[in-house]
Protein backbone atom coordinates (compact mmCIF):
# COMPACT_ATOMS: atom_id res chain seq x y z
CA UNK A 1 0.00 0.00 0.00
CA UNK A 2 0.46 3.55 -0.47
CA UNK A 3 0.94 4.40 3.62
CA UNK A 4 1.45 2.88 6.93
CA UNK A 5 -1.18 0.55 7.43
CA UNK A 6 -1.62 -1.11 10.90
CA UNK A 7 -3.86 -3.37 12.32
CA UNK A 8 -6.45 -4.52 13.68
CA UNK A 9 -7.94 -0.62 13.83
CA UNK A 10 -9.65 -1.67 17.36
CA UNK A 11 -8.79 -4.13 19.83
CA UNK A 12 -10.91 -5.11 22.66
CA UNK A 13 -9.15 -7.10 25.62
CA UNK A 14 -9.42 -8.57 28.59
CA UNK A 15 -7.13 -7.77 31.85
CA UNK A 16 -4.21 -10.31 31.77
CA UNK A 17 -4.17 -11.41 28.01
CA UNK A 18 -1.28 -10.58 25.53
CA UNK A 19 -2.00 -8.89 22.55
CA UNK A 20 0.29 -7.44 19.10
CA UNK A 21 -0.04 -4.79 17.26
CA UNK A 22 0.84 -4.64 13.71
CA UNK A 23 2.42 -2.08 11.44
CA UNK A 24 3.31 -2.23 7.81
CA UNK A 25 5.80 0.92 7.32
CA UNK A 26 5.92 2.45 4.04
CA UNK A 27 8.19 0.65 2.00
CA UNK A 28 12.11 1.37 2.15
CA UNK A 29 11.53 3.09 4.72
CA UNK A 30 13.87 2.44 7.56
CA UNK A 31 13.08 4.56 10.36
CA UNK A 32 10.17 3.15 12.12
CA UNK A 33 8.34 4.37 15.47
CA UNK A 34 5.94 3.46 17.95
CA UNK A 35 3.93 6.22 19.76
CA UNK A 36 0.56 5.98 22.16
CA UNK A 37 -1.57 8.36 23.13
CA UNK A 38 -3.82 8.79 25.89
CA UNK A 39 -7.17 10.04 26.14
CA UNK A 40 -6.38 13.77 26.09
CA UNK A 41 -2.60 13.01 26.31
CA UNK A 42 0.05 13.84 23.93
CA UNK A 43 2.05 11.47 21.54
CA UNK A 44 4.40 9.29 23.87
CA UNK A 45 7.07 7.65 22.67
CA UNK A 46 7.55 4.06 23.22
CA UNK A 47 10.21 2.48 20.66
CA UNK A 48 12.39 3.54 17.17
CA UNK A 49 13.60 1.47 14.76
CA UNK A 50 16.60 2.96 12.35
CA UNK A 51 18.05 0.58 9.93
CA UNK A 52 20.15 -1.81 11.39
CA UNK A 53 20.97 0.21 14.44
CA UNK A 54 19.85 -1.29 17.37
CA UNK A 55 16.57 0.08 18.62
CA UNK A 56 15.61 2.70 20.78
CA UNK A 57 13.53 1.32 23.45
CA UNK A 58 13.68 4.14 25.84
CA UNK A 59 10.30 4.42 26.03
CA UNK A 60 8.69 1.43 27.19
CA UNK A 61 6.43 1.92 29.83
CA UNK A 62 7.52 -1.33 31.27
CA UNK A 63 9.26 -5.23 30.34
CA UNK A 64 5.44 -6.12 29.94
CA UNK A 65 5.88 -4.08 26.11
CA UNK A 66 8.17 -5.26 23.66
CA UNK A 67 8.50 -4.79 19.86
CA UNK A 68 10.60 -6.41 16.74
CA UNK A 69 10.79 -5.19 13.94
CA UNK A 70 11.63 -8.18 11.31
CA UNK A 71 13.13 -7.82 8.36
CA UNK A 72 13.64 -4.07 8.23
CA UNK A 73 9.88 -4.24 7.75
CA UNK A 74 7.07 -5.26 9.78
CA UNK A 75 6.86 -3.89 13.10
CA UNK A 76 5.14 -5.69 16.06
CA UNK A 77 4.06 -4.44 19.59
CA UNK A 78 3.20 -7.27 22.10
CA UNK A 79 1.74 -6.25 25.30
CA UNK A 80 2.04 -8.85 27.46
CA UNK A 81 -0.55 -9.31 30.75
CA UNK A 82 -2.27 -6.02 29.63
CA UNK A 83 -3.42 -3.82 32.51
CA UNK A 84 -6.54 -1.16 32.08
CA UNK A 85 -4.12 1.75 31.94
CA UNK A 86 -2.63 0.06 28.44
CA UNK A 87 -5.89 1.04 26.64
CA UNK A 88 -5.00 4.19 24.14
CA UNK A 89 -4.57 4.46 20.78
CA UNK A 90 -1.08 3.17 19.08
CA UNK A 91 0.33 5.08 16.41
CA UNK A 92 3.26 3.76 13.99
CA UNK A 93 5.55 5.95 11.69
CA UNK A 94 7.64 5.58 9.21
CA UNK A 95 9.91 7.49 7.21
CA UNK A 96 13.10 7.18 5.23
CA UNK A 97 15.37 8.01 8.05
CA UNK A 98 18.13 9.40 6.91
CA UNK A 99 17.29 12.26 5.02
CA UNK A 100 15.56 15.48 6.46
CA UNK A 101 11.93 14.03 5.58
CA UNK A 102 8.63 13.82 7.35
CA UNK A 103 7.49 10.84 9.12
CA UNK A 104 4.11 8.96 7.74
CA UNK A 105 1.36 7.81 10.27
CA UNK A 106 -0.87 5.11 10.36
CA UNK A 107 -4.60 5.46 10.98
CA UNK A 108 -3.33 3.67 14.47
CA UNK A 109 -4.76 0.70 16.85
CA UNK A 110 -7.16 1.84 19.45
CA UNK A 111 -6.90 -0.58 22.75
CA UNK A 112 -9.46 -0.89 25.21
CA UNK A 113 -8.74 -3.36 28.00
CA UNK A 114 -11.51 -4.61 29.89
CA UNK B 1 13.21 15.86 30.77
CA UNK B 2 10.84 17.65 27.83
CA UNK B 3 13.15 18.62 24.81
CA UNK B 4 10.59 19.91 22.76
CA UNK B 5 7.69 22.18 25.12
CA UNK B 6 4.57 23.41 23.51
CA UNK B 7 3.33 25.40 26.45
CA UNK B 8 -0.09 26.15 25.77
CA UNK B 9 -2.33 22.75 25.70
CA UNK B 10 -5.04 24.77 24.37
CA UNK B 11 -5.73 27.87 22.13
CA UNK B 12 -9.36 30.02 20.77
CA UNK B 13 -9.32 31.63 17.87
CA UNK B 14 -11.90 33.16 15.48
CA UNK B 15 -12.71 32.61 12.29
CA UNK B 16 -10.30 34.88 9.88
CA UNK B 17 -7.81 35.93 12.58
CA UNK B 18 -4.29 34.53 12.90
CA UNK B 19 -3.16 31.22 15.00
CA UNK B 20 -0.07 31.23 16.59
CA UNK B 21 1.31 28.20 17.91
CA UNK B 22 4.19 28.24 19.87
CA UNK B 23 6.79 25.69 20.45
CA UNK B 24 10.52 25.82 22.73
CA UNK B 25 12.92 23.16 22.19
CA UNK B 26 16.35 22.77 24.21
CA UNK B 27 18.47 20.29 22.31
CA UNK B 28 20.56 21.91 20.29
CA UNK B 29 21.35 18.97 18.01
CA UNK B 30 17.86 19.38 16.74
CA UNK B 31 18.19 19.76 12.50
CA UNK B 32 15.08 20.12 11.32
CA UNK B 33 11.54 20.88 12.61
CA UNK B 34 7.96 19.76 11.65
CA UNK B 35 4.83 20.43 12.31
CA UNK B 36 2.08 18.12 12.44
CA UNK B 37 -1.89 18.46 12.50
CA UNK B 38 -4.24 15.50 14.38
CA UNK B 39 -7.87 15.18 14.04
CA UNK B 40 -9.63 12.88 16.53
CA UNK B 41 -9.79 9.19 15.35
CA UNK B 42 -7.05 10.16 12.94
CA UNK B 43 -3.00 9.63 12.91
CA UNK B 44 -0.99 13.34 12.55
CA UNK B 45 -0.42 14.50 9.42
CA UNK B 46 2.32 16.44 8.57
CA UNK B 47 1.81 19.97 7.88
CA UNK B 48 4.94 21.92 7.28
CA UNK B 49 8.85 21.53 8.13
CA UNK B 50 11.76 24.21 8.88
CA UNK B 51 15.85 23.06 8.29
CA UNK B 52 17.61 24.70 11.26
CA UNK B 53 19.96 26.71 9.02
CA UNK B 54 16.49 29.00 7.76
CA UNK B 55 14.07 31.28 9.75
CA UNK B 56 11.37 31.00 7.83
CA UNK B 57 9.21 28.57 5.62
CA UNK B 58 5.75 29.85 3.87
CA UNK B 59 3.14 27.14 2.36
CA UNK B 60 -0.37 29.02 1.74
CA UNK B 61 -1.71 29.87 4.84
CA UNK B 62 1.08 28.14 7.15
CA UNK B 63 3.87 29.74 7.85
CA UNK B 64 6.74 28.47 10.64
CA UNK B 65 9.28 30.51 11.78
CA UNK B 66 12.21 29.63 13.51
CA UNK B 67 14.29 31.92 16.65
CA UNK B 68 17.26 29.49 16.89
CA UNK B 69 19.32 31.54 19.40
CA UNK B 70 16.03 31.59 21.02
CA UNK B 71 15.26 27.93 21.20
CA UNK B 72 11.80 28.37 19.46
CA UNK B 73 9.75 28.33 16.47
CA UNK B 74 6.58 29.26 16.01
CA UNK B 75 3.21 27.94 13.71
CA UNK B 76 0.98 30.73 12.06
CA UNK B 77 -2.32 29.87 10.05
CA UNK B 78 -3.26 32.93 8.36
CA UNK B 79 -6.06 33.27 8.44
CA UNK B 80 -7.72 30.57 10.15
CA UNK B 81 -10.20 28.42 9.45
CA UNK B 82 -12.89 26.29 11.24
CA UNK B 83 -11.22 23.33 9.60
CA UNK B 84 -7.89 24.17 11.25
CA UNK B 85 -9.60 22.62 14.59
CA UNK B 86 -6.76 20.27 15.40
CA UNK B 87 -4.11 18.74 18.02
CA UNK B 88 -0.48 20.79 16.37
CA UNK B 89 2.15 18.70 17.16
CA UNK B 90 5.94 20.03 17.01
CA UNK B 91 9.27 18.11 16.35
CA UNK B 92 12.37 18.34 16.14
CA UNK B 93 15.16 15.84 14.32
CA UNK B 94 17.84 15.01 16.36
CA UNK B 95 21.05 14.61 14.06
CA UNK B 96 23.43 13.52 17.42
CA UNK B 97 20.72 10.36 18.69
CA UNK B 98 20.09 8.60 14.81
CA UNK B 99 17.78 11.21 13.56
CA UNK B 100 15.41 10.40 15.87
CA UNK B 101 12.30 12.50 16.05
CA UNK B 102 11.07 14.53 19.43
CA UNK B 103 8.04 15.48 20.51
CA UNK B 104 6.01 18.22 21.64
CA UNK B 105 2.62 17.07 23.87
CA UNK B 106 0.78 19.30 21.21
CA UNK B 107 -1.34 22.25 21.35
CA UNK B 108 -5.29 22.21 21.09
CA UNK B 109 -6.61 24.84 18.38
CA UNK B 110 -10.07 25.82 18.01
CA UNK B 111 -11.25 27.75 15.44
CA UNK B 112 -14.81 29.21 16.03
CA UNK B 113 -16.71 30.77 13.40
Known amino acids: GAGVSQSPSNKVTEKGKDVELRCDPI?????LYWYRQSLGQGLEFLIY????????KSGLPSDRFSAERTGGSVSTLTIQRTQQEDSAVYLC????????????FGQGTRLTVV | DQQVKQNSPSLSVQEGRISILNCDYT??????FLWYKKYPAEGPTFLIS???IKDKNEDGRFTVFLNKSAKHLSLHIVPSQPGDSAVYFC????????????WGLGTSLAVNP
Open chain 1, 93 to 104: ASSLGHSNTEAF
Open chain 1, 27 to 31: SGHTA
Open chain 1, 49 to 56: FQGNSAPD
Open chain 2, 27 to 32: NSMFDY
Open chain 2, 50 to 52: ISS
Open chain 2, 91 to 102: AGLDAGNNRKLI
